[in-house]
């Protein structure tokens, strides 16, 4: 079974930056997709940046509202991403959740594995 631990989530202020990481344990070979959601209450988890590694070769996805503000990096080997957050808004304030392995198609991810969330809170 995989596990998701997250790390990285707090509050910033408008325009402030924040970097989460994630790191994925108890896989036995190295991770081909993984990814951040994040969910703000009372509506639906939305895929905010995805990764996807093909040996040597990495592709990125942004969700149309974090486009150039926010970049995913990682390391397929040793099953790590990161998502670095710059110019916050208020509106980015929600709970983020890693995200590894499952089926991803052009800008659509279903993950096999979740992680339990970090708490971004942005203030205006």
Excluded: H
Excluded at 18 to 30: F, I, V, Y
Excluded at 36 to 53: E, H, M, N, S, Y
């Amino acid at each position: 079974q995989v596990q998701l631990t997250e790390s990285g989530g707090g509050l910033a202020q408008t325009g402030g930056s924040l970097r989460l990481s994630c790191a994925a344990s108890g896989r036995t070979d190295s991770s081909w997709a993984m990814g951040w959601f994040r969910q703000a209450p009372g509506k639906d988890r939305d895929l905010v940046a995805a990764i996807t590694w093909s040996g040597n070769y990495a592709e990125s996805y942004y969700g149309d509202s974090v486009k150039g503000r926010f970049t995913i990096s990682g390391d397929s080997a040793k099953n790590i991403v990161y998502l670095e957050m710059y110019s916050l808004k208020p509106e980015d304030t929600a709970e983020y959740f890693c995200a590894e392995g499952g089926t991803y198609y052009d800008g659509t991810y279903v993950p096999d594995f979740w992680g339990q969330g970090t708490q971004v809170t942005v203030s205006s």
